[in-house]
């Protein structure tokens, strides 16, 4: 079998071809492993070591010598692209469901189709195309929401009947199919060949390429990479990028401090036949079929089938470091569901012959998404590793966007779904990352239905209310490694089990959460929303106001005890948080973030901010339960437990107060509520936490009040069209293009991070804006519902993306939120968008490839912020449509 | 006319008991990791009994099944006494005398055994006093008698048979003037029952058996296959040494009409058996005791009827054959039935499918392909069935469940037939006496790392 995998992955002729690293490194004519001397000693130093030599390893070399970096080397442990690349299908397969996928994808297959010309190295790239088959409606409502995705990227792509496939594909048995997407561009390729491809491009552009040399820990000084040590000696670097694949979690955990790389492998088995009596065409299409959960290749006239099953075998749980990856036993009775849907698929090939059956390990994350970017706290160092199996069509697109963040300090496209920084320790844990990617790989097939929540590795951080709210019927979701409540299940009432609620239309929860909005909409509802990220930032002087005025675009030189929306941007003007601040002192500030920017916020501040010891910042997320009281009647709540007036005429709007709720003193209490309706956020000292519950419930009870969830917080906010980031901003979005100029104060005499592109966008105008689009045709009962990412029409040309959607149960209509860019009819360029642009166009939202016509509306924000509601207004006009 | 599958779970169900070895400080010092047990009736009632329990006062683990004939009375009586009786006798002096004396100032006693019953396997309340007086003679006895020795497993083991057949003779032959007790003990006399027992403490294992009940280990090889080693010998006609015994304890003119056709005196197929009075007492005492008794025994048949050839009684004994092994770490399991599963199965199958089902593997040869040349359809063939033959597995949470699955619904190629069990399992009451006989098991599950520290220790 090994002598067989020579022939198919390391094809000698091209390693003769040239490449500078064969002469560097040892000669090997024969497959021998024993140790040869080195002929060619390790640099001392060098601005870039990547370690391993992966499609991974080579595509940021490859990139990064592209991009003008030329001190560079690149180390493997064994032989070049002899790890999971050399094991990989090489599906180049651009059928993903996040649009920063679909962009690497895309790329990827561009980049490998001009290789070989490029490199004259033979990359066997055939455009096969692939064929995703669909034995389902909803499979088909999956597809088609990926064909709409495609589409509009450019990229060709169709959905197809079961007839047609039948054209396609001489073997494919149809009659359980419903239809199926066929994407003509996708490719077949030699990964191990493509990696090489790329290495020895690198190496022309200067790169050292070090087989044989394995890393055995990384330097780091005062928080930042000074070099590598190896077997061969050290190398000291300014830069180094962990492509370590499924050996990067030990990697990092090899220094003196160890860095957390949250990804865990799992044995992957594919089939390899003999050719069939009549050999299969090499430009076969590649047949995906996910509910049968596998995918059938052509190759070398048999076929290539491998899948994704239910009960994944991971491996490697306590560690274990080896060169190369050994062929793994192969285990037939675990292959047996997948051979049974091959076959099912196609019958005929019974007869067929088989060659092998190969086990090889591929890296999970614990989110199904590649893990990409600097670390939080180590500056040079880099990670780009846990493709999901995905790793040849991510490879070259991957290790671009890779380049670009460390020659520019940011790739080109938004990657923050991608970036390491959305996990945090508490990803870590070896039990956590070993059953949640047993629910990870299985998903690879699954149906990706909106609102899906992961049911492993649950109830690790939780509120100290948690068994209380889970006793009045709360449903949970998981946001950080957070238990939150999605919303409240009424006693006596049944909802769906998990299966039955996997659906693209109206869910069963639908009256649920609208009982909850009119709750927060007439009475008061309250909402544990511990999980935000909450920062003290303090300082003796005027340090802590500096900085952070310097940081943040809005003026924070407000009075003590005001509280301030504010975007902290980047160079761009572009989101890198969205938070609230209230100033408590005059040298102490605290900051509420979203719940996954603990990690990417605190590395932010943590390198911006002085560290002089003038000024301190502190974690405090876990020292404090928020309540948020939301509704006309929370302010009675409030003034009956605190004996306060809490009146907007004493508290009104943006305001934070010390008080006493009930027993508990030292209550934080803030008049924001992140919905626009009227309320309060109560920050609350954990032990007081279940005291102030039973407190407001009890004297709630005559105002109506109920408990709510983060369901009915979604459709309020929306409604009102308030961005959050993560969702809707991002670090490519500015305050300009989403109406929040308001919160920058660009005259606040001051300098600040991101003031000039600010300044100039206010100049030039803006070309993207963010807007709302009210549905005019759903029906909500019976269409498909939007989710985010859903393809923008103006007057039938694409204009942009939603980025969030909620049912608005005051309005009675589906409202989308999303970016519309005006790219110019000839050209394509971009150009300035205008409110005119917006006001004057006919909207469309494509839903799964079916249009849903749309109004759309630029708010003025500032209304909801400076609104002073009396109580009795409040009460007369309830929601009045703006 | 069919069950259904849970149908038929249900009534392989019903009587099924599982015993896990309580843990502490995370850690199970016992070699004995838990055990399974299970009865299926074919007679009605069921005849067949079985026993369990911890020794408290000593080290060790009693287990038991006891097959009764003639009625269960025996049966009943034997799994009730007789690990009372080995406890006692296992004691050391300081303890009897403990006991002895709290019985005499009515103080609380000692627990003596730790029973792990099913709620089926029921105790007689009104003979408890009558067994308790037996018992505390035997054990005033064994202090007057205080030999000073430690005691022997094999002898203690011995003497509890002897003594507990030799009380239920005894009472028998006094009678009792509760009227119910003395039909009661008249009941367990007449009628007999084998016994199969196992005692573990630490890497010493005895058996001792009388009758035709068997008691076997399951040892996994160094490959991972399975075999079976006996550690008990049928006393029935089909053991030569058994015969041969009979014969000499009578004169030879008796050497023909002792065994007849394969049965002791034509009638008793196992040649050792606790009660069985008619094969014990002379023919005086016997009509005596009939005669005296209580007008439902006089109306029997069966009492009242003397084997033939009955010149030089007494030809039945309760003394049990005991076997010690040490235990190893392959040896994995050890399991006691009654002859209903010995009837049906090869021991060499028990250890397979017990083996099988304890590890959860089936210990098929993992499939490789290598150089053969294998279709896709030929592999997808061999992958069905054994998924087939591994859902069989986990249908049971009970190696004794999976057992009796196995011996009462087995095809001839060795797999579980839903039809054919559902056929052996819906017999009329009356019918199912013809096909199948009661079968109780007992499978105890060793713990190999326990016992591989022992053996490192010695």
């Known amino acids: 079998a090994a002598g067989m995998f020579l022939r198919l992955l390391s094809d000698v002729r091209w390693r003769a071809a040239d490449p500078k690293w064969r002469r560097m490194t040892c000669s090997r004519r024969s497959t021998s492993s024993t140790a040869e001397p080195h002929p060619v000693s390790l640099p001392a130093q060098a601005q870039v070591v990547i370690c391993g030599g992966g499609i991974m390893g080579t595509s940021v070399a490859y990139h990064l010598s592209k991009m003008g970096w030329k001190d560079i080397v690149l180390l493997e442990q064994g032989r070049l692209a002899a790890g999971t690349t050399r094991f990989c299908a090489g599906i180049v397969s651009t059928a993903r469901h996040l649009s920063i996928e679909l962009k690497m994808a895309d790329y990827s297959n561009k980049l490998y189709q001009q290789l070989e010309q490029e490199t004259g190295v033979k990359t066997g790239y055939v455009k096969t195309g692939s064929i995703s088959l669909a034995q389902t409606q909803d499979r088909l409502i999956s597809l088609k929401r990926i064909a709409s995705s495609l589409n509009v990227m450019g990229i060709p792509c169709e959905m197809i009947t079961p007839k047609q496939v039948a054209q396609f594909h001489p073997l494919i048995n149809i009659h359980d199919l419903v239809g199926a997407m066929y994407v003509p561009e996708d490719a077949l390729v030699s990964s191990a060949s493509v990696s090489l491809a790329l290495a020895t491009a690198a190496s022309r552009n200067g790169v050292q390429i070090h087989e044989r040399t394995s890393v055995s820990h990384v330097s780091v000084q005062n928080g930042c990479v000074t070099g590598v040590e190896t077997d061969r000696g050290q190398i000291q670097c300014q830069y180094f990028v962990n492509c370590a694949g499924q050996w990067a979690y030990e990697l990092g955990h090899s220094g003196k401090e160890p860095v957390n790389i949250p990804l865990h492998a799992c044995e992957h088995f594919y089939l390899l036949t003999h050719p069939l009596k009549e050999p299969l065409a090499s430009n076969l299409p590649t047949i995906v079929d996910p509910d049968g959960r596998i995918y059938i290749r052509n190759w070398q006239g048999g076929i290539l089938s491998g899948g994704f099953e239910k009960n994944p075998k991971p491996l490697f749980t306590e560690g274990r470091n080896q060169l190369e990856i050994q062929n793994l036993r192969e285990d037939w009775d675990h292959f047996e569901p997948l051979l049974s849907a091959l076959l099912r698929r196609m019958p005929d090939l019974e007869a067929l012959q088989i060659m092998q059956l190969v086990n090889c390990p591929e890296s999970f994350t614990p989110d199904m998404r590649c893990i990409m970017g600097e670390l939080p706290t180590v500056l040079g160092y880099f990670v780009l590793a846990g493709m999901n199996s995905a790793g040849i069509s991510y490879g070259g697109g991957a290790g671009k966007y890779l380049a670009e963040w460390m020659v520019n300090g940011y790739p080109s496209e938004n990657v923050w779904p991608l970036d390491l920084k959305r996990f945090g320790t508490l990803q870590s844990s070896r039990t956590f990352l070993r059953h949640r990617v047993m629910e990870v790989m299985p998903l690879m097939y699954d149906l990706k239905v909106p609102r899906w929540d992961f049911q492993t590795g649950r109830q690790l951080r939780t509120s100290p209310l948690y068994d209380r709210l889970d006793a009045q019927g709360a449903r949970w979701m998981e946001k950080h490694g957070f238990e939150r409540v999605k919303y409240f299940v009424p006693p006596g009432k049944d909802l769906l089990d998990l299966d039955q609620r996997k659906t693209f239309y109206k869910p069963d929860w639908f009256d649920i959460v609208g009982s909850e909005v009119k709750c927060c909409k007439e009475a008061v509802c309250v909402i544990d929303m511990s999980s935000f990220t909450k920062f003290e930032i303090s300082s003796t002087g005027d340090q802590a106001l500096e900085s952070l005025q310097y940081l943040f675009s809005n003026d924070l030189d407000v009075p003590v005890g005001h509280v301030v929306h504010t975007g902290m941007l980047n160079e761009k003007g572009g989101y890198e948080n969205d938070c609230s601040i209230a100033r408590l002192s005059k040298c102490s500030f605290f900051m509420i973030s979203p719940t996954d920017q603990q990690v990417h916020c605190w590395a932010w501040l943590k390198n911006r901010l002085p560290n002089d010891g003038s000024l301190t910042m502190e974690d405090v997320t876990w020292k404090y339960t928020a309540l948020n009281l939301i509704g006309p009647r929370a302010v009675d709540v409030l003034s009956e437990l605190s004996y306060a007036p809490v009146t907007p005429e004493h508290f009104p709007s943006l305001f934070c107060k010390d008080m006493s709720v009930g027993y508990a003193n030292g209550i934080r209490v803030m008049s924001i509520t992140h919905t626009g309706e009227p309320g309060f956020m109560l920050y609350i000292p954990i032990e007081y936490a279940l005291h102030v519950y039973n407190e407001v419930m009890n004297m709630g009870q005559k105002y109506g009040i109920r408990n709510a969830g983060y369901y009915a917080l979604r459709s309020l906010r929306i409604e009102k069209f308030f961005a959050f980031w993560g969702q809707d901003l991002d670090a490519f979005t500015t305050p300009m293009e989403c109406g929040r100029e308001f919160q920058v104060k660009l005259e606040k005499g001051m300098q600040f991070v991101g003031q000039e592109a600010l300044l100039e966008q206010k100049q030039n105008g803006v070309y993207k804006r963010f807007t709302m689009f009210i549905l005019e045709d759903h029906d909500t009962d019976v269409d498909l519902w939007p989710w985010w990412g859903e393809p923008i029409f103006r007057n039938g040309r694409y204009v942009g993306k939603t980025t969030s959607s909620a049912y608005s149960y005051t309005l009675g209509r589906h409202i989308c939120l999303g970016f519309v860019q005006h790219f110019d009819e000839k050209t394509g360029e971009e150009l300035v968008v205008t409110t005119d642009f917006i006001n004057q166009g006919k909207y469309e939202i494509d839903i799964s490839g079916q249009r849903f016509q749309a109004k759309a509306k630029l708010y003025p924000f500032s209304s909801f912020f400076t609104h002073r509601r009396r109580k009795d207004e409040v009460e007369l006009s309830g929601y009045q449509r703006e | ?458």
Request: glycine share 6%; proline share 4%; charged share 25%.
């Open chain 2, 1 to 458: 006319f069919c069950l259904t599958p849970p149908q038929v779970n249900s009534i392989l169900k019903a009587n099924e008991y599982s015993f896990k070895v309580p843990e502490f400080d995370g850690k199970n010092v016992s070699s004995v990791l838990g055990f399974d047990s299970n009865q299926l009736p074919a007679n009605a009632p069921i005849e067949d009994r079985r026993s369990a329990a911890t020794c408290l006062q000593t080290r060790g683990m009693l287990l038991g099944v006891f097959d009764g004939h003639a009625g269960c009375a025996c049966a009943q009586a034997v799994s009730e006494r007789l690990f009372y009786y080995i406890a006692v006798s296992l004691l050391p002096h300081e303890t009897l005398l403990e006991i002895e004396n709290a019985v005499e100032s009515g103080r609380a006693l000692l627990p003596i055994l730790q029973w792990h019953k099913h709620p089926n396997d029921y105790f007689s309340k009104e003979a408890s006093k009558l067994y308790f007086n037996s018992l505390r003679t035997y054990w005033q006895e064994l202090i007057d008698l205080n030999s000073g020795e430690t005691t022997d497993v094999k002898e203690a083991l011995i003497n509890a048979f002897k003594r507990l057949d030799n009380d239920i003779s005894l009472e028998a032959q006094v009678g009792n003037p509760n009227s119910f007790l003395n039909y009661l003990v008249l009941r367990v006399a007449f009628s007999g029952a084998t016994a199969c027992v196992a005692h573990v403490d630490g890497v010493d294992l005895h058996v001792a058996n009388t009758g035709d009940s068997r008691a076997m280990l399951g040892v996994q090889e160094e490959d991972g296959s399975w075999s079976a080693v006996n550690l008990s010998y049928d006393h029935n006609a089909q053991n030569e040494h058994e015969v041969e015994r009979v014969k000499m304890e009578h004169p030879k003119s008796e050497e023909k009409s002792l065994v007849k056709q394969d049965r002791l005196l034509g009638l008793l197929m196992p040649f050792r058996a606790f009660g069985d009075v008619k094969f014990k007492w002379s023919i005086e005492l016997q009509k005596r005791v009939v005669e005296a008794g209580p007008d439902q025994l006089n109306d029997n048949e069966y009492t009242k009827f003397i084997p033939p050839n009955y010149h030089t009684p007494p030809y039945l004994t309760a003394e049990p054959e005991v076997v010690h092994h040490k235990l190893r770490p392959q040896d994995k399991f050890l399991v006691l039935a009654t002859d209903g599963l010995w009837e049906t199965m090869h021991r060499q199958d028990v250890a397979r499918i017990v083996g099988e089902y304890l590890t959860r593997v089936h210990r098929q040869q993992p499939i490789a392909v290598g150089g053969y040349k294998v279709t896709l359809g030929q592999m997808h063939g061999l992958l069905t069935e054994r998924k087939a033959r591994i859902s069989s597995v986990f249908e049971d949470q009970n190696a004794a469940t999976h057992l009796i699955r196995h011996a009462v619904g087995n095809n001839e190629f060795g797999t579980v037939d839903h039809e054919r069990l559902s056929k052996m399992l819906s017999l009329p009451e009356e019918l199912a006496r013809m096909y199948r006989d009661d079968i109780t098991i007992i499978v105890v599950q060793f713990n190999s790392h326990v016992i591989g520290a022992c053996q490192n220790e010695e």
